[in-house]
């Protein structure tokens, strides 16, 4: 029986890959990188082990489709509301200006003003795998400086449609109206609007209808259909694939589905990703790379330097600090994937002569490698661009309008410094100031500084990675610092520098996972709280409750875990409390308080008439009135308005109990 093509190549792949990404990773190498470098040695230009470049090629597409899917699932229609200004503006000044210097490049060289403006479409586009790739693993897309990417290379995809159409205009084979362009332009822009009208209306009922089948195979065929189909339905009206499959993903981050439908993408996304840098790494010709290294070599540095200058001066002139602008730009300078595309249909239409093809494709290729490394140097570069534009004096801080936008922070005093307005932001602050606990807030996206000083909220647009800036907050005076952004190495950095400024200070950061405890602890946090090891203690506890354990033993548990800096999660070594050790539980009762607030039915009662023993089971061992307390109070004893009960009893008494005081109260939660 003849073995497919295909099955032998991608066998070829996974066994040239594994080996690579193995030495790769144990150098603590990018797994990109060494998926590419597979590419290069097992390509048409390398050893020649693949014969059906096309049918991989294919493959790798699918990747890039997941790659987005998986994406748009973290932003929502919302998020992309909030990121219209990145997408319009930071977007559209980066296309049109590296457009415009690259033309101008192109023509000071003898190009004509055709191949010039093709050259500048080539360069404007920027790699969305490899970009979200890198920031995925790094946790940074949702970072500021991630942001900033991802609105920019949104538009960049959006752009691609122009560029596709005014391809034969500037190659002069076809005589085209501005008006006719303008029209096709307009067009796919209002298809891109039905299109994403009409998955909002449908998918999420869609997948509705489909959970109730209650098949993980059902539903697995259905999320792969709409990945897949929506891809498909953008490339009929010249919009890329790509976009389609991110366009579904955001749909559905609205729906109950999308941690469900991340779940089942991920192993495929996974794989067919990788078949993706691969066949970039394919494309290479090292022999001509070796003709004419140092022409390449000249064009991959301007190629990087100069997107780097120019997403660095949009992301500035955006509002945003040096040091968020610095690592937009160079998580930005490289070359997409869509630019291979553009590139053989300018050859097509005799815009991209056969040497500049292959130079320009070493030179992309070689940027593309490159991409890992500077994103993940990008925070040092960043800092110490920052560093060399300000001088961090007093008198800079107040007078510059550079990255330092603060109202004034003076007479705070005993204050908590809230770094970051996201949800977990917002409901600090909000209970904060319910409680009249005086508190000053930091953030990086001028958006949100804008639209929460309209609402009179105490917030400041600075970057809590410098130092004058947490002085200006008065860090030195403040009792607590609470980081709630999603930055894992402004985190860190914030930590320190708090710290040295204030070694007094409290510091409890927020982050996404348990891994990354012990190094914050070591730079001076004193409380790291991992979203997924709160999740795991919300799970055991309500798993507790449902079992009847009483409310104290669940507390301890919990009091427990936190005290071993979540050792228990971390190691399998710590060993557990006995939940039926006779030290926590005497008998499996428990005590319970709730205070008595005017719409409680038990306001006027005496215990006597009120009978609570006999209703729950419960007795009633104290009342907390005014300051005094009373030692069991008798039948005559008459409950009045802000009183403090104590009760005593097994859980499912004081549930029932619970259910008479405050007849309100969510029984089996823990709200009373």
């Known amino acids: 029986m003849h073995t497919p093509q295909l099955f032998g190549d991608l066998l070829i792949i996974f066994l040239v890959s594994v080996p690579v990404a193995f030495i790769c990773l144990r150098l603590k190498l990018p797994l990109l990188v060494g998926l590419m470098l597979t590419g290069i040695a097992i390509g048409p230009y390398g050893f020649g082990l693949i014969k059906d470049v096309t049918a991989v090629e294919m493959l790798a597409e699918i990747g890039v489709m997941l790659l987005l899917f998986t994406i748009g699932l973290e932003f929502s229609l919302r998020r992309l509301a909030e990121m219209k200004r990145l997408v319009l503006i930071g977007g559209g000044l980066q296309v049109l200006i590296t457009i415009g210097v690259a033309a101008g490049a192109g023509m000071l060289r003898g190009r004509s003003l055709g191949q010039a403006v093709f050259f500048g479409f080539l360069l404007a586009l920027s790699s969305t795998a490899i970009v979200l790739k890198s920031y995925v693993e790094r946790n940074e897309v949702d970072s500021p400086h991630g942001r900033a990417a991802v609105g920019i290379l949104l538009f960049q995809d959006i752009s691609i449609v122009f560029m596709l159409l005014a391809v034969p205009l500037l190659g002069g084979e076809d005589i085209v109206s501005f008006t006719s362009i303008v029209l096709q332009l307009g067009g796919s822009l209002l298809a891109l609007a039905l299109i994403v009208l009409a998955a909002w209306l449908i998918l999420p009922r869609l997948l509705k209808q489909i959970a109730h089948l209650r098949s993980p195979e059902a539903f697995l065929l259905t999320v792969v259909l709409l990945c897949l189909g929506m891809s498909w339905i953008t490339s009929q009206f010249g919009l890329s694939l790509a976009l389609g499959a991110f366009i579904a993903g ?20 996974d794989v067919f990703n990788s078949l993706f840098f691969v066949s970039i790494g394919m494309l290479l010709s090292v022999a001509a790379l070796a003709n ?36 937009a730009g160079l998580g930005l300078a490289q070359i997409g994937e869509f630019s291979f595309v553009l590139a053989k249909a300018g050859q097509g239409a005799n815009l991209l002569p056969e040497t500049d093809y292959q130079r320009f494709l070493a030179a992309s290729i070689i940027s593309m490698i490159a991409t890992p490394f500077l994103i993940s140097v990008a925070p040092t570069i960043g800092h110490l661009v920052q560093s060399i534009f300000k001088d961090g004096s007093a008198a800079d801080v107040d007078n510059s309008e550079d990255d330092i936008h603060l109202t004034s922070s003076g007479g705070l005093q005993q204050h908590v410094i809230i770094v970051g307005y996201g949800l977990n932001g917002r409901n600090l602050a909000r209970v904060l100031r ?19 000083k309209g609402k009179g909220e105490k917030i400041n647009f600075g970057d809590a990675t410098r130092r004058e800036v947490l002085l200006h907050a008065g860090i030195e005076q403040a009792w607590s610092l609470v980081l709630a952004m999603s930055d894992p190495a402004a985190a860190r950095r914030t930590v320190d520098l708090a710290h040295k400024l204030n070694p007094k200070l409290h510091i409890i950061v927020r982050t996404r996972y348990v891994a990354e405890i012990t190094e914050l602890f070591s730079l001076g946090a004193n409380e790291v709280i991992p979203e997924e090891f709160e999740t795991s203690i919300e799970i055991f506890s309500r798993v507790l409750h449902r079992y009847g354990t009483p409310r104290k033993v669940i507390e301890q548990q919990i009091g427990r875990v936190r005290q071993q800096g979540y050792e228990m999660l971390r190691s399998a070594a710590s060993p557990a409390v006995p939940i039926n050790a006779p030290t926590i539980d005497l008998d499996g009762a428990s005590t319970e308080t709730v205070v008595l607030d005017a719409s409680s039915p038990v306001i006027g009662k005496n215990l006597g008439e009120l009978d609570l023993r006999g209703q ?18 008798g039948a005559n004893y008459e409950l009045k308005e802000n009183d403090t009960v104590v009760l005593l009893g097994s859980s499912k008494k004081l549930d029932r109990a619970m259910s008479i005081i405050r007849p309100e109260t969510e029984v089996g939660g823990f709200n009373a």
């Open 292 to 327: 004419d290294v140092i022409i390449v070599g000249l064009l991959v540095i301007g190629l990087i330097a100069g997107k780097a200058l120019i997403v660095w001066a949009i992301v500035r002139i955006l509002g945003y600090p040096q040091r968020i602008a610095t690592m």
């Open 250 to 269: 955001m749909v559905i981050a609205d729906s109950d589905y999308s941690h469900q439908v991340t779940t089942e993408v991920l192993p495929f996304r």
């Open 434 to 452: 319910a409680v009249g606990v005086p508190y000053v807030i930091l953030e990086l996206d001028a958006d949100v500084v804008r639209r929460a």
């Open 616 to 633: 729950s089971g419960a007795t009633v061992i104290a009342v907390v009135r005014d300051g005094d307390t009373k030692i069991s109070p």
